[in-house]
């Protein structure tokens, strides 16, 4: 059970350690030397850059909502600059489209609201869940899970959610870890058991940095970003639960279906032309591939 992509991740072992900073250095994974090979290797293509409506045409550029704290698939680096397989991918896309994209760093629990209002035109990225559809179309891009990291002087190397009884867990406010959480304690109490301490954070770093310094004891975030941070601190992290029954997806506003469409094209572009590859490659993801680029995809998600 434990750590399922492992093998999939294990290339970036060699990239840093998560140390006392929230953010790993990742050397030639970000700014602009990243962009000197895969990401500026990508041509504009007319046909579809013809799909962009005129106001973005005019704009030059759209912006996105990016909450940088989720390593390896969006994070700041030590050089500030926003790196991970996400921004890379839709930087990408942008060049596709002939249009500069420009990230607007925000926390996770500001995207969605924030997209339903249009402060912003994309959201990069969170899970494509049905209720999250309201307003929101979701271009599926990779597959998700969430996990549970603990210190390694944890008493145990996998768990049960019955397990989390009693104990202090955190979370990244806003996301579906937060509902589940709730859920699980409320189930704790209803068993005879004590409830789950449960503790919010601004983003998942945060979180992370908490079970490293015994303020919780455990964090459940997504599998991704936990698997990353075991992997490459094995000394002081441990996935202890796993699960993948989610997808991650770019959202764009119901109310912008041009947009959405010329991006879709343009990241379908991407994997016809090995790009979507060699990113995933890149960030050591291509384990979650999720090729097919569907809106509100109702396509099996296990793994």
């Known amino acids: 059970m434990k750590r399922k992509f492992a093998g999939a991740i294990a290339g970036l072992a060699l990239v840093g350690l998560l140390g006392g900073c929230a953010n790993p ?3 030639g994974a970000s700014g602009p030397a990243a962009e000197d090979d895969i990401v500026a290797a990508v041509q504009t293509v007319e046909e579809i850059a013809a799909m962009v409506p005129a106001e973005y045409r ?11 704290d ?4 969006k994070f700041v680096d030590d050089e500030g600059n926003i790196a991970g397989f996400n921004p890379d991918l839709l930087r990408a896309a942008a060049r596709v489209l002939d249009l500069q994209p420009e990230f607007q760093e925000g926390t996770f629990d500001a995207m969605v609201p924030g997209l339903e209002a249009q402060r912003f035109d994309a959201i990069a ?3 494509d869940f049905v209720e999250r559809q309201t307003h929101i179309d979701f271009i599926d891009y990779l597959h998700n899970g969430t996990g549970i990291i603990t210190s390694t002087t944890f008493e145990a190397e996998e768990i049960t959610l019955e397990d989390l009884c009693g104990l202090s867990v955190g979370f990244a406010r806003g996301t579906s870890q937060q509902v589940s959480l709730e859920t699980v304690s409320a189930d704790c109490e209803t068993a005879g058991e004590p409830a789950i301490s449960v503790n919010g954070y601004n983003d998942s770093a945060a979180g992370i940095l908490s079970v490293q310094s015994g303020e919780a004891d455990a964090f459940w975030g997504d599998y991704p970003q936990v698997a990353y ?9 441990q ?20 947009l959405r469409d010329a991006l879709q094209a343009a990241l379908l572009h991407l994997v016809e032309d090995g790009t979507y590859d060699a990113l ?3 960030w050591g993801l291509q384990e979650l591939a999720l090729p097919e680029m569907a809106i509100n995809s109702d396509i099996s998600i296990e793994r």
């Open 229 to 237: 941070n075991a992997q490459v601190n094995p000394d002081a992290f």
């Open 70 to 73: 989720v390593e390896p698939i």
């Open 280 to 282: 995933l490659q890149r």
């Open 239 to 258: 996935v202890v639960y796993e699960e993948h029954t989610s997808i991650l997806g770019i959202g764009i506003h119901k109310d912008n279906p041009e």
């Open 58 to 68: 005019e704009r030059g550029g759209f912006t996105i909502s990016i909450n940088a």
């Open 25 to 27: 250095s990742i050397d």
């Open 125 to 127: 990225s969170v899970a």
